[in-house]
């Protein structure tokens, strides 16, 4: 497509349920990139894909949180048990190539936690 | 962690004028990006300057980048309301792919 594109753009959950959040990169670019961002902070690293090669998983806050990427195309965020300060604003971004590239972000999913 | 750090927080100048902010950074870096965003959701990429540039424009913007310093500056040359959003600094660090990202700098521009 011509941009990355996030589902769905808001999500409310309540606390303990599991919530999936999509990201559809650009076609060809090679790299993925899950962050977040809570109210008026920066971005948060959660993991990154690149290619075939094994995920770098480093910035994921607990082992509630796990991704995945199909194909080297679509990747799905998976949050279990849902806490309340999960709540904030998941941002997916794809890039041609890591590190040579600018990213280019999604619209973001807006998870709130009740 | 954090890496870049933005300076000012916060700058709210009037139109016409120029906006000036700075990214300071700890570690060696591949290269260093700006990006722009506005209203919380998605960032929008400004440019990108490499370790080894010193200087690279784009239209208004002009952006600096001292390594001695472990700094950067992006300077917004006539600015509009337009511009009115959140910069951020990110940095690619030696030997990993992935940026990271400063807290930014709210700019507002008064018309």
């Known amino acids: 497509g011509a941009g990355v594109s996030q589902s769905p753009s808001n999500k409310v959950t309540e606390k303990g349920k599991d919530v999936e959040l999509r990201c559809d990169p650009i076609s060809g670019h090679t790299a993925l990139y899950w962050y977040r961002q809570s109210l008026g902070q920066g971005l948060e690293f959660l993991i990154y894909f690149q290619g075939n090669s094994a995920p770098d998983k480093s910035g994921l806050p607990s082992d509630r949180f796990s991704a995945e990427r199909t194909g080297g195309s679509v990747s799905t965020l998976t949050i279990q048990r849902t806490q309340q300060e999960d709540s904030a604003v998941y941002l997916c971004?794809?890039?041609?190539?890591?590190?040579?590239?600018?990213?280019?972000f999604g619209s973001g999913t807006r998870l709130t936690v009740v | 962690s954090q890496q870049g750090e933005e300076d000012p927080q916060a700058l709210s100048i009037q139109e016409g004028e120029n906006a000036t902010m700075n990214c300071s950074y700890k570690t060696s870096i591949n290269n260093l990006q700006w990006y722009r965003q506005n209203s919380g959701r998605g960032l929008v990429h400004l440019i990108l300057i490499r370790s080894n540039e010193r200087e690279k424009h784009s239209g208004r913007l002009r952006v600096t980048l001292d390594t001695s310093k472990k700094s950067s500056s992006l300077l917004i040359t006539a600015s509009r309301a337009a511009d009115t959003a959140s910069y951020f600094c990110a940095t690619g660090q030696g030997g990993s792919e992935k940026l990271v990202f400063g807290k930014g700098t709210k700019l507002t521009v008064n018309p």
């Open positions: 971004a794809s890039s041609l190539e890591a590190g040579n590239y600018g990213y280019t």
